[in-house]
């Protein structure tokens, strides 16, 4: 559903409506990214890619939680040259912003990917610089104010779009690192990628996952998303993109409340099925309407007034 009630601008990227894809999910094809689109996403973001192809953890990789999943997939990607050819395929199918998320083991890894992604076609890139499980990238970079400064800094310098960075929530202070990617040179902030979690089974006596830890995603980590949110819109002036357990509406609105200018929707595509896209814009729109707002944007942060 298209309203102007719902469009909203992120860091100069425009979106029909406040709900994206959150990368890791169905986000490896052209096709996939096309189906979500037609469930209602107001953008799709891919699958995190590096510079080299690389297979992943052995299985299993997924498991499940009370209220969410645990997965410890292992970046499994075909690298960036393979997959510029779904970049360009992706753009001529979607009618929606296409944003690669990358990861690196280094800032020229990631400036170098950045650079192939943007000349392939992406309308933005997300800096994987959380992810909870594997080493020497993900949350190792972001858990690191001084190492993720270098790392956003030079994307910056070169990237001629739009640069998210998507932060961890297993850090002391989540605002220290969001005040850091902002100084770097962030246009924008995702809060957050998965919380570290493990699951061990009584029967066999072991680890469930194939890596033993892995990432909670899912209903089971909305609360700590919503007060990493809301924490970081207290510091940092550039847009925040809500990301943990959205599944309904009324998840979107209270991320809206919070700070976040729009939400990513990953797990509840598991549950929900493609289209809970579209059933999380239509309530929001309906609620917007209800209340007597004229766009989203005028209730993004509305929950710190005093
Ligand atoms: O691929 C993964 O195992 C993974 C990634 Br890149 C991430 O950022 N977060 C996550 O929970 N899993």
Known sequence: MVTSRLSVSIAGLQLENPTMLASGILGYSAE????IAAGGAGADITKSIGLKPRVGYANP??????????????????????????????KRLLSVPLIVSVYGFSAEEYEKIVKKAVEAGADAVELNVSCPHVK??????????????????????????????KLSPNV?????????????????????????????????????????????????????????????YERVKVPIIGCGGV?????????????????????????????????ITRGTDVYLKTKGFASVREIVGLSHRR
Not at 255 to 271: C, D, N, P, W
Request: aromatic residues 4%; proline residues 5%; contains cysteine.
């Open 247 to 279: 599944t309904s509406w009324q998840d979107a609105v209270e991320y809206f409340l919070a700070g976040a200018s729009a939400v990513q929707v990953g797990t509840a595509i598991a549950t929900e099925g493609p289209t809970v896209f579209r059933t």
């Open 61 to 90: 990789t997924v498991v499940q939680a009370n209220c969410g999943l645990i997965n410890a997939m292992g970046l499994p990607n075909p690298g960036i040259d393979e997959f510029v050819e779904e970049i360009h395929e992706a």
């Open 32 to 35: 996939t990214l096309g189906s």
């Open 172 to 232: 002391t202070s989540i605002c220290e690192v969001a005040e850091a990617a902002v100084e770097a040179g962030a246009d924008a902030l995702t809060a957050i990628n998965t919380v570290k979690a493990m699951a061990i089974d009584a029967e066999t006596m072991m680890p469930v996952l194939g890596n033993k830890v892995g990432g909670l995603s899912g209903p089971a980590i909305k609360p700590i998303a919503l007060r990493c949110i809301y924490e970081i």
């Open 136 to 165: 020497e990238t993900g949350s190792e970079i972001g858990q690191n104010p001084k190492v993720l400064s270098e790392v956003v800094r030079k994307v910056r310098c070169t990237a001629k779009k739009p640069v998210f960075v």
